[in-house]
């Protein structure tokens, strides 16, 4: 089996943009977007949390149809809460997404930094091939629009005083 390994890492606080987040804030939002995905990640239709227990949420993902394919996808996720710098998630085919807070060298409170680690399962993939560049092309894509998208929504969210 073939495993795609992403990680993708944007400044959280970038110089002008308003409001400045905390990373208090910005794990809210994290803790948000694993019981509410569909509103950080476009890909994602809609979510339904069958459990959550003590930081760990059981969710039913359904992701928006994409390329070839008219049916959505449904994943059955794990969601891991590892206050207050990550959260762990695992699919059931064995992918995993860690999202992680992370600080800057500056020691500022405000100089934060998110990386998504992506881990993708492929059964179906050769190394080098076609279609194993071509699916590794659409998730460096996916990567920057999820760590992106999530981050903006957090600071509206925030802008909006539904985050404090």
């Known amino acids: 089996m073939i495993t795609i390994r992403l990680a993708h890492t944007i400044p959280v ?22 019981r509410r995905p569909q509103d950080f990640v476009p890909a994602i239709a809609e979510c339904s949390v069958l459990a959550d227990e003590a930081g ?64 993708w399962k492929h059964p179906d993939l050769e190394v080098g091939s076609a279609a194993y560049n071509e699916a590794e092309a659409g998730h460096k894509k996916v990567a920057k629009m999820a760590v992106e998208s999530s981050i903006a929504t957090t600071r509206n969210l925030v802008a909006a005083g539904e985050i404090q």
Not at 83 to 102: K, W
């Open 13 to 34: 606080n970038p110089l002008g943009v308003m409001p400045v987040l905390t990373e208090a804030q910005v794990f809210a939002g994290f803790q948000r977007k694993i």
């Open 56 to 119: 760990v949420v059981k969710r039913e993902v359904t992701f928006k149809p994409t390329g070839s394919s008219s049916h959505p996808h449904v994943a059955i996720e794990v969601c891991t809460e590892l206050p207050p710098h990550r959260v762990d998630f695992e699919m059931d085919n064995g992918s995993t997404v860690l999202n992680i807070i992370s600080a800057g060298s500056s020691g500022e409170p405000t100089d934060l930094y998110v990386t998504y680690v992506f881990a």
